[in-house]
């Protein structure tokens, strides 16, 4: 069983920034390098939607469109882990975050890409 935990989640006012982690653990998943890793987000009261994802070779990152230019999304694969660095957050932005893994190299702005899901973080924008 592969476990994805999610951390850096929290409270931060409008303009700020947040760096979100995903690590997997590293003795069921030693792997990681072979997999696509995505961000998705599920505001109050609405769908899951997608946020970012990234390429297992870290090639090639995507992003929807609202939050292209704000946020990034990385990997360090020597440490199992997928980053999400959000700058410039708007009240729109706070949702439940979780990171997923999926073990193809398409397809991935979709959740049925994905395989395996972390717990999620809250990420919430308020002054």
């Known amino acids: 069983q592969v476990h994805l935990v999610e951390s850096g989640g929290g409270l931060v006012q409008p303009g700020g920034s947040l760096t979100l982690s995903c690590e997997a653990s590293e003795r069921t998943f030693s792997t990681f390098s072979n997999y696509g890793m995505g961000w998705v987000r599920q505001p109050p009261g609405k769908e899951r939607e997608f946020v970012a994802a990234?390429?297992?070779?870290?090639?090639?990152?995507y992003y929807a469109d609202s939050v292209k230019g704000r946020f990034t999304i990385s990997r360090y694969n020597a440490k199992n882990t997928a980053y999400l660095q959000m700058n410039s957050l708007k009240p729109e932005d706070t949702a439940v975050y979780s990171c997923?893994?999926?073990?193809?190299?398409?397809?991935?702005?979709?959740?049925?890409?994905?395989?395996?899901w972390g717990q999620g973080t809250q990420v919430t924008v308020s002054s």
């Open positions: 990234i390429h297992w070779s870290g090639d090639s990152t």
């Open positions: 997923a893994a999926s073990p193809t190299s398409y397809g991935l702005r979709s959740a049925i890409a994905y395989t395996y």
